[in-house]
């Protein structure tokens, strides 16, 4: 049997969400996930869904020329080098925290802006990373002036940027939230250097996340209240990551006029750089059922691990969507569902279904693509899902699959 219907799910715990329909409905259709053929791909595996990433990518499309924002892909949420060429038909280009992330960029995406910004950069990094990157943010005037002269010196032009910190938190979870008292990301109004921004083009904020553009509108107004002094003489401003642009509530409209505003304002370019609103909603983590127990209740052990496959469960934390489950005691039977490594703490939460599971069903992880990915491990020595696309015609394609020398090649 294979767990497959609706309702779908949303990363914040289990709201039901449609996706956000593209502004231009000239797009690839969506296949509801409940016609989705799963059996198509091996387990564990994660699978993206091209056709979900075309309509994610068409609306930040539609956002950068309604407002004039460049919008750069960030990384660190999404990094999922095959998808690469279909992320460049929409965007110009992609921000990275550190050599590696940059030298991906360089290599799997030819031709984009290259934006780099890491809380510190370490000398060997730091040269890597220069004749690479179109543009280099810097976190504190001190790491600006460590490598000042070094940017004058290469090889291309590279525009450079401050971070800044507006002071003004509207993220609840303190992980999660880059103003938190004591923030070390960001430099404060209080810690500003005006009279070291020669050779400075842009401020850089970002303090956002999985945020609507009303949070956006806050903290812009919070921005501009403790570092609007400076950017007359900026030639950008990067207003960060954290938009939740894709979801289907997300005021689309407010966003474009915010960014119109800011431009008409103060005559700089603005930049977007998000990572999770591309992978939002764009695929799955497909697993299986390996084994059924009883302590107190039901269990089921899959063949993925919610510590090693999805870490962000436990990190923020949140219950990921199972297709077709319900809270559990809504349906008729309920199960824990655990993951196949030693820690105890390995488990996804309490699912119903309609009918009983058995070994070798199969069970879907919904919105599994940004922060997943980019953030397994092999812990426990556990079995790598595989990386698989749905390409718009249905067909899956299974572009990479790990073994043994990869987990020996993250160890000596
Ligand atoms: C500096 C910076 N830019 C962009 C992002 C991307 O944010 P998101 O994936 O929430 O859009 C992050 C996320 O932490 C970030 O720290």
């Given at each position: ?19 956000h ?12 996930e ?17 056709a ?79 004749p ?25 032009r ?69 570092f ?27 966003l474009?006029?915010l ?56 990190e ?97």
């Amino acid at each position: 049997m294979t767990i497959q219907t609706p309702p779908v799910a949303v990363k914040q715990q289990s709201q039901p969400s449609p996706i956000h329909k593209p502004a231009a409905s000239t797009g690839p259709t969506v296949t509801p996930e409940n016609e989705v053929d799963f059996s198509l791909v091996p387990s564990p595996s994660f699978v993206l869904d091209e056709a979900r990433l075309h309509a994610n990518l068409q609306l930040l499309a539609h956002v950068q020329e309604q407002s004039g924002a460049t919008i750069i892909m960030a990384l660190k949420a999404f990094a999922t080098w095959s998808a690469f060429p279909i992320v460049q038909k929409y965007l110009p280009g992609a921000t990275a925290s550190s050599l590696n992330e940059a030298l991906l960029v360089h290599n799997e995406m030819p031709g984009a802006q290259l934006h780099v910004y890491a809380p510190a950069y370490s000398p060997d990094e730091f040269a890597g990373i220069l004749p690479l990157a179109s543009h280099i943010t810097f976190n504190s005037f001190s790491q600006w002036q460590q490598y000042r002269k070094q940017v004058q010196s290469a090889p291309q032009r590279v525009s450079c940027g401050i971070r800044v910190n507006p002071e003004h938190g509207e993220v609840d979870v303190g992980a999660y939230n880059a103003c938190v008292p004591g923030s070390r990301l960001g430099v404060t109004q209080s810690q500003f250097k005006p009279d070291q921004l020669e050779g400075i083009e842009g401020l850089h904020f970002h303090a956002l996340c999985e945020s609507g553009s009303e949070q956006l509108e806050r903290t812009l107004a919070a921005f501009e209240a403790r570092f609007g002094a400076w950017i007359p003489q900026m030639k950008w401003v990067n207003f960060g990551g954290g938009h939740l642009i894709t979801r289907a509530d997300y005021d689309v409209q407010k966003l474009i006029d915010l960014v119109r505003g800011f431009r008409a304002r103060w005559g700089v370019e603005v930049i977007l750089e998000p990572g999770e609103a591309i992978g939002w909603r764009t695929g799955w983590l497909v697993s299986t059922v390996l084994d059924i127990g009883d302590n107190q209740m039901k269990f089921a052990l899959l063949d993925v691990s919610v510590s090693a496959h999805m870490p962000d469960c436990l990190e923020m934390p949140y219950r990921p969507m199972v297709l077709g489950s319900g809270q559990p005691g809504e349906k008729a039977f309920t199960y824990r569902l655990g993951g196949n490594t030693c820690l105890a703490g390995d488990v996804a939460g309490e699912y119903s279904f309609d009918r009983p599971l058995k070994v070798g069903d199969r069970l879907i992880f919904d919105d599994m693509i940004h922060y997943t990915m980019v953030k397994t491990t092999f812990f426990n020595g556990v079995k790598h899902p595989s990386i698989a696309h749905r390409a718009l015609d249905g067909s899956v394609r299974v572009v990479r699959t790990f073994g043994y020398q990869d987990f020996k090649g993250r160890l000596g």
